[in-house]
T-cell receptor, first 118, second 114 residues
Framework: GAVVSQHPSWVICKSGTSVKIECRSLDFQATTMFWYRQFPKQSLMLMATSNEGSKATYEQGVEKDKFLINHASLTLSTLTVTSAHPEDSSFYIC??????????????FGPGTRLTVT | DQQVKQNSPSLSVQEGRISILNCDYTNSMFDYFLWYKKYPAEGPTFLISISSIKDKNEDGRFTVFLNKSAKHLSLHIVPSQPGDSAVYFCAASFFTGTASKLTFGTGTRLQVTL
C-alpha cells in the first residue's frame, strides 16, 4: 500500500514553454501533498505544501507564479513549471500524507520527475 | 541555513560489517526524525523513524539512535548488505499546528563492498 506515482518520469522541454507534472496517490487519500526539488548531489528542498481544495503554501524563495500547484482532488496534485528556463532543470519529487491514518509525520514519496529545459 | 546536516558525503563498508550513518541538527523544535533510502532517479523510500521522546528505535537490521542533548542521530545497519548501497537521507520534522514539513539533510552515499 501507500503508493505514489508521478507522470511523466522524464521530460525535456524548450525554454519558455510550460510543463505539467502530475502526482497521484494510488491507494490512499491524501489531504496534503508536498513538492520537492533536488539538484544533483544535493538535498531535497521543499518547494510547497498543497492541501486539497485550498491554495498551496510556498517556501521562502519559491516563486508561486512560476511553480503553479493545484491539488484538485484527494488523490491528485499537479505542479506546472511555467515559462521554463534551463535553471529550472532539476529532479522534482512529490510526496503525500495518508489522510486515513498512519504516522502523522510520515510521507510517501513518488518516483520523481526529471525535467530538462533546453 | 542547513538545519539538518550529514557531514559525511560518502561511506564505504564491507559486507557483513556495521554501517553507521550520522546526522546532526540545529533546530531544537524538531521532534520527529526519519531516515530515507534513495536510489538515483527514484523517490526516497522510508526506512525508520524515531520520536524525540525516545533514544532508540530498532527495526530488523536498522537501528536509529537519538541523542537530544547533542542534537545528533545515527542510523546503524547490521549486517550491511550489497543491496544497502544507496544514498541515505535523514529528515527532521515538527508539527506547526497545521502541517508537519520534512527538512532533509544532504545525504550520505553508502557503498557496501563484497
Amino acid at each position: 500500500g501507500a503508493v505514489v506515482s508521478q507522470h511523466p518520469s522524464w521530460v525535456i522541454c524548450k525554454s519558455g514553454t510550460s510543463v505539467k507534472i502530475e502526482c497521484r496517490s494510488l491507494d490512499f487519500q491524501a489531504t496534503t501533498m508536498f513538492w520537492y526539488r533536488q539538484f544533483p548531489k544535493q538535498s531535497l528542498m521543499l518547494m510547497a505544501t498543497s492541501n486539497e481544495g485550498s491554495k498551496a503554501t510556498y517556501e521562502q524563495g519559491v516563486e508561486k507564479d512560476k511553480f503553479l500547484i493545484n491539488h484538485a482532488s484527494l488523490t491528485l496534485s499537479t505542479l506546472t513549471v511555467t515559462s521554463a528556463h534551463p535553471e529550472d532543470s532539476s529532479f522534482y519529487i512529490c510526496s503525500a500524507r495518508d489522510r486515513g491514518g498512519g504516522d502523522y509525520y510520515e510521507q510517501y514519496f513518488g518516483p520523481g520527475t526529471r525535467l530538462t529545459v533546453t | 541555513d542547513q538545519q539538518v546536516k550529514q557531514n559525511s558525503p560518502s561511506l564505504s563498508v564491507q559486507e557483513g560489517r556495521i554501517s553507521i550513518l550520522n546526522c546532526d541538527y540545529t533546530n531544537s523544535m524538531f521532534d520527529y526524525f526519519l531516515w530515507y533510502k534513495k536510489y538515483p532517479a527514484e523517490g526516497p523510500t522510508f526506512l525508520i523513524s524515531i520520536s524525540s521522546i525516545k533514544d532508540k528505535n530498532e527495526d530488523g537490521r536498522f537501528t536509529v539512535f537519538l541523542n537530544k542533548s547533542a542534537k545528533h542521530l545515527s542510523l546503524h545497519i547490521v549486517p550491511s548488505q550489497p543491496g544497502d548501497s544507496a544514498v541515505y537521507f535523514c529528515a527532521a520534522s515538527f508539527f506547526t499546528g497545521t502541517a508537519s514539513k520534512l527538512t532533509f539533510g544532504t545525504g550520505t552515499r553508502l557503498q557496501v563492498t563484497l
